[in-house]
């Protein structure tokens, strides 16, 4: 068994499905995983693979032309999910895929297609999560935010603020992953990795306090109804874990 390897970032993983395809070993006698990999097989050659633009770009155009629009869609919000064998479900599904074509996303009968949609959904359920609980705090002229999601979810959630705050300069961090959404005033947003050095630096603008945060604070206590209330009804509607950078909380 071969085990194609990559670093875990979309590119990486549409390179990593480009050279496995291309190795010509068989379907069935290679796996793709991610990086880092904590334990090795007892007989598998490991083969890592390179972020390569030019080919992660061949991968997303055959997605598309090949199979559907949808398909790629699919492809793109299941390796943006935590499985650990996501990787691997992918490529399953692009074999399936452009065996079949466009009815792909029809074929709920097989499991590859399951698999793919369910991890999809996950990222998908996680992101409006995220447009809904994600709290900005103004840093002199840039607003600034923390999450720490499971999944990664900072561009999906991230195209959802560019949409209301065109006009605005602001941050959306993902703490976890080390990346952010970075939005200028009147351009569109983009992705940058941060150092830890950085990171670290821009924890601190939690400390911040604007306008806006009191006013989240004294909107969650003015709207609650002390005969009514039910923690575990709000732990269903939003977990703990979401809580963390949550001003109200």
Known sequence: MTVFTCEDTFEAMMTCV??????????????????PVWQ???????????????KAAKVVRAIQRK??????????????SFDPDRLDAIYRFLVLGFANGPKLTQMLFRPEVVWIF??????????????????????????????????????????????????EYWMMIDDNRRIAAVHPKDQSFYIARLTQEELEQLRRTEEEE?????????????????????SEC?????????RK????F
Request: charged share 25%; with cysteine.
């Open 118 to 167: 369910e991890l999809s959904r996950k990222t998908n359920t996680e992101a409006n999560y995220f447009r809904e609980f994600t709290r900005f705090t103004q840093v002199g002229q840039v607003y600034v935010a923390h999450i720490e999601p499971k999944c990664n979810v900072t561009a999906i959630s991230a195209a959802h603020f560019a949409d209301r705050m065109p006009s």
């Open 18 to 35: 480009y050279d496995a395809w291309a190795s010509r070993l068989g379907h069935d006698n290679l796996r793709l995983q991610l990086e």
């Open 40 to 54: 090795q097989g007892l007989f598998c050659d490991y083969v890592h693979v390179d972020e390569d633009f030019s």
């Open 210 to 230: 604007d306008i806006y945060t009191d006013l989240w604070r004294e909107f969650f206590e003015s709207i609650a109804i002390e005969a009514r209330r039910n």
């Open 67 to 80: 199979i559907s629009y949808e398909a790629y869609r699919q492809v793109f919000l299941a390796a943006m």
């Open 245 to 248: 950078h949550a001003t109200e």
């Open 234 to 242: 709000q732990r269903n509607n939003m977990p703990i874990w979401y």
